[in-house]
């Protein structure tokens, strides 16, 4: 049982289209996550859902656009694809924080996409 | 200053030995300071964390060592394993507004040698 799964894994596509890449978690949490890993392995936050509200919103093209249908499921739409897009692009969850939870995330395996 | 600055950003070490990777941070706003170590191919996955109030925590072969007049932190490996290979990140937490803002290191590659 995947607790946290992306799809797809792999994406590639040509600069200018429009692709989706989908997230849902099993572990009953109620914070979902959407962050990108550069080719330098570098990971940094983009996007931030509590129980379908957006909380953190880094300073991401609005060609970027998250869509959190239930709290179990993220989605991230990427409009006009160009070539810096390029990366691996990671969902997580956690629990909230309040109750004494530290919000481990918990990462799905990534989905690489690859813009020519 | 919402940074958390990492280094090495490789390491060799040799099976059996102690590997050191090193976290420092500006913002005493952070709570909460986890390490997470990830796969080829996989994501990340929290290894070990820490809170301010604490100087050490053991689990294993892994300790996070945590200096917070310096800002700084770091996870130590002993008696490092093949099987340890991988990159591995320090983070921390913001702790305004609850919502659990994870700031990334910049990680570091850790190769053991059999």
């Known amino acids: 049982d995947t607790a946290v799964s992306q799809t797809p894994k792999y994406l590639v596509t040509q600069m200018g289209n429009d692709k989706s890449i989908k997230c849902e978690q099993n572990l009953g949490h109620d914070t979902m996550y959407w962050y990108k890993q550069d080719s330098k392995k570098f990971l940094k936050i983009m996007f931030s859902y509590n129980n379908k509200e957006l909380i953190i919103n880094e300073t991401v093209p609005n060609r970027f656009s998250p869509k959190s249908p239930d709290k179990a499921h993220l989605n991230l739409h990427i409009n006009s694809l160009e070539l810096g897009d390029s990366a691996v692009y990671f969902c997580?969850?956690?629990?909230?924080?309040?109750?004494?939870?530290?919000?481990?995330?918990?990462f799905g395996e990534g989905s690489r996409l690859t813009v020519l | 200053q919402q940074q958390v600055k990492q280094s090495p950003q490789s390491l060799i070490v040799q099976k059996g030995g102690i590997s050191i990777i090193n976290c420092a941070y500006e913002?005493?706003?952070?709570?909460?300071f986890p390490w997470y170590q990830q796969f080829p191919g996989k994501g990340p996955a929290l290894l070990i964390a820490i809170r301010p109030d604490v100087s050490e925590k053991k689990e294993g072969r892994f300790t996070i060592s945590f200096n917070k007049s310096a800002k700084q932190f770091s996870l130590h490996i002993m008696d490092s394993q093949p099987g340890d290979s991988a990159t591995y990140f320090c983070a921390a937490r913001l702790k305004a507004g609850n919502t659990g803002k994870l700031i990334f290191g910049q990680g570091t590659t850790l190769q053991v040698k059999p």
């Open positions: 997580a969850s956690s629990q909230a924080l309040a109750g004494g939870h530290a919000g481990e995330l918990f």
């Open positions: 913002n005493t706003a952070f709570d909460y």
